[in-house]
């Protein structure tokens, strides 16, 4: 069945370092969306891309889309503390799926 | 943002028993939510998609007369577990889609821990 695999499962970064997640489906996704979950919390919206190849920023953040519709990803610029958290990516397919999730703990 | 909310956020009952679980958009009307489970320290899999004023539509694999799913109102979507057992020991997240105006946004309630002895 389809499945949305995200890499790497776990990040420690120093804070200050850039961090990236990526999102991987085996098939076509009509959109791509991104949460985050601060640990104990409940999944928070980020964005929702859409088209093949966008690009969006928010603040030190930058969603992609890939080409194919198959791939995305989160980059973070210069961590803070602030950002820790389980960063997860979900997509419609046949069915809407979540990511497994990307783990982020900065190290002040 | 647009507020969800659940109630309880955490119930414990007993094996056998059903629980009812309310998600319910506070500032927003939601024609559609979304009913999620959380396993310790794993993704999010949705169960179930309900449309307010018709029938739940059903992930593949999950039990549609164990999990009741009810959308009587554009602010108010219920799941029922029906006939607890400790296997369905989740933390059951609801999720409601508002649209801004040019795109849909998903705001996730804050989640019902279940605990079946």
């Known amino acids: 069945g389809q499945q949305v695999m995200q890499i790497p499962q776990y990040q420690h970064v120093q804070e200050g370092e850039d961090f990236t997640t990526y999102c991987n489906s085996s098939t076509t996704l009509s959109n791509i969306q991104w949460y985050k979950q601060r640990p104990g919390g409940h999944p928070v919206f980020l964005i929702q891309?859409?088209?093949?190849?966008e690009v969006k920023k928010q603040k030190r953040l930058t969603f992609q889309f890939g080409e194919a519709k198959k791939n995305s990803s989160l980059h973070i610029t210069a961590t803070q503390t602030t950002d820790v958290g389980t960063y997860f990516c979900?997509?419609?397919?046949?069915?809407?799926?979540f990511g497994t999730g990307t783990s982020l703990t900065v190290i002040p | 943002g647009a507020v969800v909310s659940q109630h309880p956020s955490r119930v414990i009952c007993k094996s056998g028993t059903s629980v009812k679980i309310e998600c319910r958009s506070l500032?927003?009307?939601?024609?559609?939510m979304f009913w999620y489970r959380q396993f310790p320290k794993q993704s999010l899999m949705l169960m179930a998609t309900s449309n307010e004023g018709s029938k739940a539509t059903y992930e593949q694999g999950v039990e549609k007369d164990k999990f009741l799913i009810n959308h009587a109102s554009l602010t108010l979507s219920t799941l029922t577990v029906t006939s607890a057992h400790p296997e369905d020991s989740s933390f059951y997240i609801c999720?409601?889609?508002?649209?801004?105006?040019?795109?849909?946004?998903?705001?996730f309630g804050p989640g019902t821990r279940l605990t079946v002895t």
């Open positions: 999720s409601a889609r508002d649209w801004t105006g040019s795109e849909y946004e998903q705001y």
């Open positions: 891309l859409v088209k093949s190849g």
């Open positions: 500032d927003f009307q939601a024609t559609t």
């Open positions: 979900a997509g419609q397919g046949n069915q809407f799926y």
